[in-house]
């Protein structure tokens, strides 16, 4: 059973047309994080929140933001879509922040056109 | 910040074994991970590491020396479907919260 899921696997968008990707969880965690992930590059962390509490990294853009209406999901917006944000952005959750482990959803490939 | 270094890609042959290194610089360690990422897929959690020594799991195992920050994951039996990027993350605190930072991963290549 999908643990984390994430809506749509892929997504097309246009230069600077907002979108919205989506993730959702089953595990009833607390944390969930926002990653960005470039080809051949590491995992990029662009923020995450802690039940309500959101923490966003310092380096990243403003053109990206984060909503958690609900315990069980959150949402990334970018809100002016570049060439340089296609990428596969990956939805993480885990049960406070020191443990074992942190469950990956199967990522959303963002391709702008 | 933190600085974590690894191989980008290693060739091994299927039945051998291969030892992934990892190499970190980080002020507030609290723990090592090792995640498995196969081609446009997400990453999958292989082991964690917070206290000095191996853990083994199966045909893996990870190693942790904190005085050295020094890391590594060692496959055994080689197969071919262990062809994937191996990422190395850290776990410290930073600015009031516990952050996990990846290495850019090493892309292992299993031959028959």
Aim: with cysteine.
């Amino acid at each position: 059973d999908a643990m984390v899921i994430q809506n749509p696997r892929y997504q097309v968008t246009q230069f600077g047309k907002p979108v919205t990707l989506s993730c959702s969880q089953t595990l009833n965690h607390n944390v969930m994080y926002w990653y960005q992930q470039k080809s051949s590059q590491a995992p990029k962390l662009l923020f995450h929140y802690y039940d309500k509490d959101f923490n966003n990294e310092a380096d990243t853009p403003d053109n990206f933001q984060s909503r958690r209406p609900n315990t069980s999901f959150c949402f990334l917006d970018i809100r002016s879509p570049g060439l340089g944000d296609a990428a596969m952005y990956l939805c993480a959750t885990s049960r406070g922040q020191g443990s074992r482990t942190q469950y990956f959803g199967p990522g959303t490939r963002l391709l702008v056109l | 910040g933190q600085n974590i270094d690894q191989p980008t890609e290693m060739t091994a042959t299927e039945g051998a074994i291969v030892q992934i290194n990892c190499t970190y610089q980080t002020s507030g360690f609290n723990g090592l991970f090792w995640y498995q990422q196969h081609a446009g897929e997400a990453p999958t959690f292989l082991s964690y590491n917070v206290l000095d020594g191996l853990e083994e799991k199966g045909r893996f195992s990870s190693f942790l020396s904190r005085s050295k920050g020094y890391s590594y994951l060692l496959l055994k039996e080689l197969q071919m479907k262990d062809s994937a990027s191996y990422l190395c993350a850290v776990r410290a605190n930073s600015g009031g919260y516990q952050k996990v930072t990846f290495g850019i991963g090493t892309k292992l290549q299993v031959i028959p």
